[in-house]
């Protein structure tokens, strides 16, 4: 099954129902969405001479035109490879290469940049003659496609820092929708809208979905991305909003509703995520907002499915072990499987720590072109998640630490080799260790432990990342040193390097 049919359908039995609004403004009703994408789809096909399964990367803020794009791809029988928008443009250009895309559709005020560093990359802009040219086509039919077929290729860095590919097909978004609706929100109307105030391109854009399932409203914010009163305003003009958040985008969020004294009664689903949530946080976001919220607790490898914490689970105070059910994430999504396991795969009994193991249909196919990785994640039949946690007698997981080195700030994944490898092309760098440092606001901040020769100070590596990376991916404090612990066979002892953190944190 083709994901767009999801909008063919809603289109057909819908079609004056308000599908996208900027703001609080109507764009278009499901019926002129799909004439929209479908002439779109014609395009990609017959001006960009695209076929079947060919990519196409998406490097754009949260703006109309993504979602139209999104559904354009898959209406045309292709795969898109949607890219963060916070990346470099260097970063970018290996995405476009890794993955082959054919085609790039960029926001406007990418473009520039774009065109500097990819002179010869085949670009379609919103909001051009070109883009125009393509809506004034005749509509195009959707093209079918096989439910293991690529629909949704999304780049998340590996171990080593260097991105990976996690292909996801028709089959797992649809089954990611499912559960959605049986293990998220299974209240979902028509009535009900998602803003997305999180990138489009990550967990936010994939439970669109859902919503064009239901027919319901995508409410894209005027400033495209988390502006808390900018939320508070749309629940009051748009009402019933539903969106994907961070803990610390609830935590901003509730500091508004406390400073502004608004009333919480136009949010109706706040679904958190992607980090660690402090238990007084959430109390502290239930006793403002009151029982709207569910976390969920998943990877790219098996999208926003592998367990939730329903806001049964939360608003439920009388539970005897409440505290311990919220500092979980919850249970297995309806269509996974979740185990703890040993190094060997074997399933470890309630209350003893091991590996998260997951499979469903909601489990990636692999890694794009990339085996060795695909063998090391995927093997037994299980998803092998990196991610330690214990799980209790009644099926609910909590996470205890990571096997990875993975650092989340702010709900996104920064992966500390990449960021080493960097520093250490500056002259006078001789060794680099990142670790990330506890922050309530953030969850976790980039800190890097450097040993250098005399002359190199913070601002010059600071203008190295700022150059070559994501900003969110630099580091927010540099440590200088004389050389950093190690044990008997040289490997750096991050543990002592995140005690040390520990230390000067209590004595400030």
């Known amino acids: 099954m083709n994901l767009a049919t999801l909008l063919e359908r809603a289109a057909r039995q819908h079609p004056e129902r308000p599908a996208m609004l900027l703001g609080d403004q109507l764009l278009y009703r499901y019926a002129q969405l799909a004439d929209r994408v479908a002439r779109l789809a014609r395009a990609l096909k017959e001006q960009y001479r695209l076929t079947a399964g060919d990519r196409v990367a998406l490097y754009m803020g949260n703006e109309p035109a993504y979602l139209e794009l999104l559904y354009a791809?898959?209406?045309?029988?292709?795969?898109?490879?949607?890219?963060?928008?916070?990346?470099?443009?260097?970063?970018?250009?290996?995405?476009?290469?890794?993955?082959?895309?054919?085609?790039?559709?960029?926001?406007?005020?990418?473009?520039?940049?774009?065109?500097?560093?990819l002179p010869q990359q085949r670009l379609l802009q919103p909001g051009t003659a070109a883009y125009a040219e393509a809506l004034a086509l005749p509509p195009l039919e959707p093209q079918p496609r096989a439910p293991t077929d690529l629909a949704w290729l999304f780049y998340t860095s590996g171990t080593t820092g260097r991105p990976k590919g996690v292909m996801l097909s028709h089959r797992n978004l649809l089954a990611m929708t499912a559960c959605y609706f049986s293990d998220v929100d299974p209240g979902l109307g028509a009535d009900d809208a998602i803003v997305y105030a999180a990138p489009i391109s990550h967990g936010a854009g994939l439970y669109?979905?859902?919503?064009?399932?239901?027919?319901?409203?995508?409410v894209l914010p005027v400033s495209q991305g988390f502006e808390p009163a900018e939320l508070v305003a749309l629940?009051?003009?748009?009402?019933?909003?539903?969106?994907?958040?961070?803990?610390?985008?609830?935590r901003r969020l509730v500091d508004e509703l406390e400073r502004s004294g608004a009333s919480p009664e136009g949010f109706k689903?706040?679904?958190?995520?992607?980090?660690?949530?402090?238990?007084?946080?959430i109390q502290r976001a239930l006793r403002v907002m009151g029982p709207r919220f569910v976390q969920i607790y998943g990877?790219?490898?098996?999208?926003?499915?592998?367990?939730?914490l329903q806001r049964e689970d939360l608003a439920d105070v009388l539970q005897p072990d409440w505290l311990a059910r919220i500092a979980s994430v919850g249970r297995a999504q309806l269509l996974v499987e979740v185990r703890v396991a040993d190094g060997q795969g074997q399933t470890l009994p309630a209350g003893e720590i091991g590996e998260v193991l997951v499979r469903g249909d909601t489990v990636m196919a692999g890694y794009w072109r990339n085996a060795a990785a695909s063998d090391a994640a995927l093997h037994g039949g299980w998803l092998w998640t990196g991610d330690m946690g214990v799980m209790d007698t009644h099926g609910y997981l909590t996470l205890k630490d990571r096997s990875k080195d993975l650092i989340i700030s702010g709900g996104s994944n920064i992966y500390p080799r990449e960021v080493e490898e960097l520093l250490l092309t500056q002259a006078g760098?001789?060794?680099?260790?990142v670790v990330g440092q506890p922050d309530r606001e953030w969850g976790e901040v980039v800190v890097a432990f450097v040993v250098a020769e005399p002359g190199v100070d913070a601002a010059a590596l600071d203008a190295l990342c700022?150059?070559?990376?994501?900003?969110?991916?630099?580091?927010?404090?540099?440590?200088f040193m004389d050389a950093l612990p190690k044990n008997h066979y040289g490997k750096v002892l991050k543990t002592a390097l995140r005690e040390q953190l520990q230390q000067q944190e209590t004595q400030e």
């Open 73 to 117: 791809c898959w209406w045309a029988g292709l795969a898109v490879v949607p890219v963060n928008a916070k990346l470099h443009v260097q970063e970018l250009a290996f995405i476009l290469t890794d993955s082959g895309a054919q085609l790039l559709c960029c926001s406007a005020g990418f473009h520039a940049a774009v065109r500097e560093t």
């Open 208 to 218: 669109n979905f859902a919503f064009v399932a239901r027919g319901a409203r995508h």
């Open 235 to 250: 629940s009051q003009g748009v009402g019933r909003l539903c969106f994907f958040a961070a803990p610390t985008m609830v």
């Open 269 to 281: 689903t706040i679904v958190y995520g992607g980090g660690p949530m402090y238990v007084e946080d």
């Open 299 to 308: 990877q790219g490898e098996s999208p926003m499915t592998i367990t939730a």
């Open 429 to 433: 760098v001789r060794e680099v260790a």
């Open 466 to 479: 700022l150059a070559q990376i994501a900003r969110f991916k630099r580091p927010k404090r540099y440590v």
